[in-house]
């Protein structure tokens, strides 16, 4: 059974994105659920499911209660930080196609800045085998997710010649987009390569402009049949493709096994489930939205994804490759680094207002847009159409 093309994006919403929400984690999931119910034209007692990270800390059995959704036909979670995003419309996805719920509602919301700061070097507490995998590095410095990316950067900089200004045009394209989104925390407040390269070093080779923000804020999507769809209120993103993907031996940000130290297989499996489930091919996308937690992590994505051979992103980012008006403009909301960082779920919101042709830095013309979760962990990815 193939999933394309029997459900899509109906709705999305979200709360502000800020340093310090003022309100519960749980609130900010209600919020943003309900803005993409209304979104979509529905109403509470329409949703049957609800699908969000392991990470978050919201249950579906409270959120159900906050807005008052009779009963719940099917729930689900997904694991590995942000590599969960894509993930969750693909089980709501599948859930809709195969009759086990009509309107799946995605969410991911938290205080990450005000609360619990996941950019702080802390020891996992976890005693699973993921646990026992950061047992082995965080004795030796590896306490960070910059720390666990720098390795693998200063590793594709060494193989391919990339350099700390090739990661800067990642960020400085990103604040530009940003800096016209009023939506984002960096609206008004474009950087510069310069100001990329005198920002103070995290760990070597990056930068603080190389790594994401910490965001309070709440994103939601809403996932029903197409057919559906098309009699709700706003143009649906249909979802052309779902994919989740791992690598070889591969592990939770630290894949230094692999056999190639500046690359991301679990990526690779992910792009080739999308270009298969889907039909389409690298020049068939008009605009990518790429998870950006790491600048570096962006040109091993547009890598492994086939927009352009091994080695060679830093050639296709130069002269504003990536940018509105480029070859690929990516992340016209300002990605991570620029909007805000809400676990990716922002960017699936950003993908579905380019199809339905609403966006504040709209691309022209959007058919296809390609979307990625997590990097460096299991992920998951997605292809976003406009409907036929």
Known sequence: MSLSGKAAIAGIGATEFSKESGRSELQLAAEACLAAIKDAGLTPSDVDGLVTYTADANSEIAVQRELGIPALRFFSRVDYGGGAACGTVAHAAMAVATGQANAVLCYRAFNERSGHRFGQAAPSGRVDATGLEFSWHLPFGFATPAAWVAMQARRYMHDYGATSEDFGRVA?????????????????????LEEHQASRWIVDPLHLLDCCQESDGGVAVLVTSLDRARDLPNRPAVITAAAQGTGPDQMMMFGYYTGELSALPAMATVGDTLWAQSGLSPDDVQ?????????????????????????????????????????????????????????????IAEAVRQVRGAAVNQVPDVRNVLVTAGTGVPTSGLVLSAPE
């Open 172 to 192: 400085v394209a990103m604040r530009r987009h940003a800096a016209t989104n009023p939506a984002a925390w960096f609206h008004g407040r474009p950087i510069t």
């Open 287 to 347: 605009t990518a939205i790429l998870y950006d937690h790491f600048t570096p992590f962006v040109l091993v994505q547009l890598e492994e994804l086939g927009f352009c051979g091994r080695g060679q992103a830093k050639d296709y980012i130069k002269d504003g490759g990536i940018e509105l008006g480029g070859r690929l403009p990516v992340n016209p909301n300002g990605g991570q680094l620029g909007e805000a960082y809400i676990h990716g779920m922002n960017g």
